[in-house]
Nanobody, 124 residues
Framework: QVQLEESGVGAVQAGGSLRLSCAAS????????MGWFRQAPEKEREWVAA????????LYADSVKVRFTISQDNATNTLYLQMNSLKPEDTAMYYC?????????????????WGQGILVTVSS
């Protein structure tokens, strides 16, 4: 079993920056890939970014490319999402996600473990 816990300050004005963290724990965690998803009110959960073990591949959704950076500290099993140039449309619940077996981390149905989510609010 893998546990994921997000943290970070969740409110900022448009144009500002935020960094989200996700601490992963669990005796069986090996972390094939991790990612971030988000869900805005009355919208479906959408993929934001993914990183594969030891940074072998890093992927971003077009909507956040250039503005967001995903990174991982393998020593502490912590995932980060640095968000710059935030827009009101980035307002959503952000979820940390992980998959321990070979596969992909950009489809909802491929994710094995989810964090509880953290609200990010970007005001105009």
């Amino acid at each position: 079993q893998v546990q994921l816990e997000e943290s970070g300050v969740g409110a900022v004005q448009a144009g500002g920056s935020l960094r989200l963290s996700c601490a992963a724990s669990g005796s069986t965690y090996s972390g094939y890939c991790m990612g971030w998803f988000r869900q805005a009110p009355e919208k479906e959960r959408e993929w934001v970014a993914a990183i594969y073990t030891r940074g072998r591949a890093i992927l971003y959704a077009d909507s956040v490319k250039v503005r967001f950076t995903i990174s991982q500290d393998n020593a502490t099993n912590t995932l980060y999402l640095q968000m710059n140039s935030l827009k009101p449309e980035d307002t959503a619940m952000y979820y940390c996600a992980a998959r321990t077996r070979r596969g992909v981390c950009y489809f909802n149905n491929q994710i094995e473990y989810w964090g509880q989510g953290i609200l990010v609010t970007v005001s105009s």
